[in-house]
């Protein structure tokens, strides 16, 4: 079986950078036709995708987070992890690690709130 988890600071500052970190267990992230997707849902706005990186490697962001969004993974960890930057109280949401193919999502992780204030 395999399981997400998603860890990361509780409660930022406005301008500070976010990282959040997925681990992965029950099988490698470099599994064939396996990426992983990061997603935020918040009661302003719904779910929001904001990136994924496929198994080959090569990743993907949502133009709503222009370059404040990067995407990688440590493969030695078995980790995916999210970096936001110069967030501000808007990025207050939960984020979640998706695991999804091309024809449909296999696992979600628990989510990390994430509160963003001065």
């Known amino acids: 079986q395999v399981r997400l988890q998603e860890s990361g600071p509780r409660l930022l500052e406005p301008s500070q950078t976010l990282s959040v970190t997925c681990t992965v267990s029950?099988?490698?992230?470099?599994?064939?036709?396996?990426?992983y997707m990061w997603i935020r849902q918040s009661p302003e706005k719904g779910l929001e995708w904001m990136g994924a990186?496929?198994?080959?490697?090569?990743?993907y962001r949502s133009p709503s987070f222009g370059s404040r969004a990067s995407i990688f993974r440590d493969t030695a960890k078995n980790q995916v992890t999210l970096l936001l930057s110069s967030v501000t109280p808007e990025d207050t949401a939960v984020y979640y690690c998706?695991?999804?193919?091309?024809?449909?999502?296999?696992?979600w992780g628990q989510g990390t709130q994430v509160t963003v204030s001065s």
């Open positions: 029950g099988d490698s992230i470099t599994t064939d036709y396996y990426d």
């Open positions: 998706v695991r999804d193919t091309d024809y449909a999502v296999v696992d």
């Open positions: 990186i496929k198994w080959l490697g090569n990743t």
